[in-house]
């Protein structure tokens, strides 16, 4: 004991004295450990005190990446923990470029490596990278030049004359290392008993991100594919469906390691790969009928239909007689729109055509079914009517819903109604003012079911578009990909649980131009960086009228 209040004596007076001539040497060696010491102190008794300091002075950032140093996250949970830093780390900038390019913005890969767009005349291809990660952009309301935040990639001519690119089809398959984009030649009205339009060819394409060439192409004669927005596909890994309307197939293809489109199989008159033969053969000896016959599709839709009235005791009347009430529009379902969930079952949506033609944008629901098809049973497991099922089916299962793409946990992260609260909470008060409103939450129902079945890059993964982290006027701007009217003033991003502060603006249009009032605005934001691209669009040419940037 004598020994060691020794020691401690020692030390307490070499921290106090110094030799002649070494006085500030010692002084500034002392005041070094009592920094060290005060600030783990500081870190292990007064943590919580430092971590519920005041944001206003920049203390939101620091507060987070203390706690990620201090206390980490939970497994799995490191996506999130920093899709939370973009409620500090925001667009605060924002410039106009002074010359127009000539391109189409169309988006940036899932991944964030590449912007695509589409030249004016819609046969090439455009792809540029990002170039200022961690450089000084132009000063705060100055004029800039596209080149200043994007260089160029590659310029590839994807179609031939007389065809042209959809500037709103793309998609991503092998974790972004090939890109599908889609043409199409003059399309025909439908005429007399016709289903649908029909494009004189339809393409589409498969180009190798990396070195800049096209691989493949699959090419549809006669046919019509909605390919607005990525309507007619849905892509699950390496799997391709593409519906065809006009014929009523769905078409699935593998999409190889080299970028070549395998076909696997085709679902519509024929289902099984003996069912052409089968039904030739029973056919063989009957006289012609009136009508053809029902296809593979419909008969297993009706059968499931049929034989879901069976129960254990005998048939049940009810669901017989609803049957037969409603065989008349039961026969005149088509598909209009399908996905893929999984490996194994596909999401169709059937819709009974009347003289007006399809209902692409799911407005009307009275003869809207939604059906799950098994690939591997060749059936259908159920079938679902109205939207009152199906945005329930949404709304617990979102996350099931939506199609991989790029970094799945990043992509994970965002906000659905399945794995966030708020969400669900604001879907509830939701309901209750459009029952205010229109008397019933028919019209939400619909709002909510006119987005099945989801296409892929239908969302985006941005953290400033999470509903979670910000909260926006969704008229404007929303999650959802697709050209979005012109505000009239900018739309403010308020960081939830900050008492609603305000931490950024976007105003897409330009202070000296006018912008007119049936105009359109497209947004481009990258999944991960502060950064957004605005293209205002002519409602008459499609052409761009004002480039913004937003970044910081």
Known sequence: GSDMEHRGQGRASTSKGGGSGSGGTASGEAEEPANNVSFWERNRAGRRRLLAEDRGSGGGILRKLMRRECIGCKPSASANAIRTMCVDVFPSKSCVASKLPDLHVRGFTPDGRHLVCFSLNLRRLLVHRYQREGKKG????????????????????????????????????????????????????????????????????????????????????????WLTQNQGISIHENVLSVLSVRNQEIRLFHVSAIGRLVKLRTIGDFVNEDDEDVLASMGAGDPTPQTGPFSAIQQRLLGHLVTRAVTPRGWDQELIKEFLFKYRELRRLEMVRAQLLGGDHLLIRFEAKDRGGYDFAGAASGSRYHAVFCLETNSFCCVVKGDEEIARLYRHAADFFRAEQGDDL??????????????????????????????????????????????????????????????????????????????????KFLARGEGGVTRFRIDPGDDEDEQETHDYVLYAFHPSYPLVVSSICDSASHLPKCVKFFYR
């Open 138 to 225: 132009p000063e705060h309301g100055a004029k800039a030049t596209f080149d200043q935040f994007f260089r160029p990639v590659f310029d590839l001519e994807v179609c031939g004359e007389g065809e042209q690119l959809c500037k709103s089809f793309s998609a991503c398959v092998h974790g972004g290392r090939f890109l599908l984009v889609a043409s199409s030649a003059k399309c025909s009205p439908a005429r007399g008993g016709d289903r649908s339009p029909a494009y004189e060819r339809v393409a589409i394409h498969v180009v190798d991100l990396e070195h800049g060439v096209k691989t493949d192409e699959v090419v549809f004669e006669k046919d019509f594919v």
């Open 410 to 491: 990043w992509h994970r992260m965002a906000s659905t109604y399945m794995n966030d609260a708020w969400l669900r909470d604001t879907l509830e008060r939701q309901r209750g003012r459009y029952q205010k409103i229109y008397g019933s939450e028919a019209e939400l129902l619909k709002q909510v079911c006119s987005v099945l079945p989801l296409t892929p890059h239908a969302f985006s993964s941005s953290p400033y578009l999470d509903s979670r982290l910000y909260q926006f006027d969704e008229r404007y701007i929303s999650s959802s990909q697709g050209p979005r009217p012109v505000p009239e003033g900018a739309v």
